[in-house]
């Protein structure tokens, strides 16, 4: 039988303590406008880049600090392996592309569209998502390190064998999501929708995270466990 104290003491030594850094951008008057688009051999740093439309570019390697990103339709490009630090998205549409071992450093997302997307084996550290749909997109094997994701949709996408260490969501959808190999200890699931997410047999991706009394009633009849009527 599980110590329920222990549980929760376990619960609350990985329950996120404070929210992930914010992206370190500059005010916008003060940021310069790149002359060409994202096809560059050095870094850009501290410029915006705004209305930018593109379809199935490949832009691997790309080093991004200190921007602002705003309004861009960058849609199934690949961006394997970039590296963006202190970086702020606002209204992007990046449905379909590839962001396959790409680093996110002090990033946040706002209101993007991210449906389909690859993020596989890619690290996101002190990122914050707010509005954002990831419907679809495959995450596997990457890791969140103090991430926060808010009013996002997740449904059907592939977060498998990642590694999530505090994380916060908050009135998200999940619903049909592959969860199965990632452990989601410490994390409030209680606003988020949750149904038919994927997981092991034994449910132990689960272990330790929070569920309301109607999320956690329908794991327990998943282990075949009958519910008495109230």
Sequence with gaps: ????KMLAESYEKHAPKKPPAKPRVGPVDRLAEP???LHRSDAIASSRICSLQTEGQDFPD?????????????SACDFSSSLFEDVLFE???????SFELAGFR???????KLTGSLFIEALLENVCLQGCNLSFASMGRSRWKAVSAATCDFTGSDIGDAELSSVRLD??????ANLFGTSLLGIDMT??????????DSMAEVRGCKMDTHQAAAFARKLGILIADA
């Design 191 to 200: 606003t988020c929708l949750i149904d038919g997410i994927v997981t092991s």
């Design 1 to 4: 039988m599980l110590d329920q």
């Design 62 to 74: 790309l080093e991004m600090k200190g921007c602002l990103v705003a309004d861009c339709i960058l």
């Design 91 to 97: 209204g992007c549409d990046f449905s379909n592309s």
């Design 171 to 176: 009135d998200c959808r999940l619903s049909g």
């Design 106 to 112: 002090r990033c946040e997302f706002r209101n993007c």
């Design 35 to 37: 002359v060409s688009d």
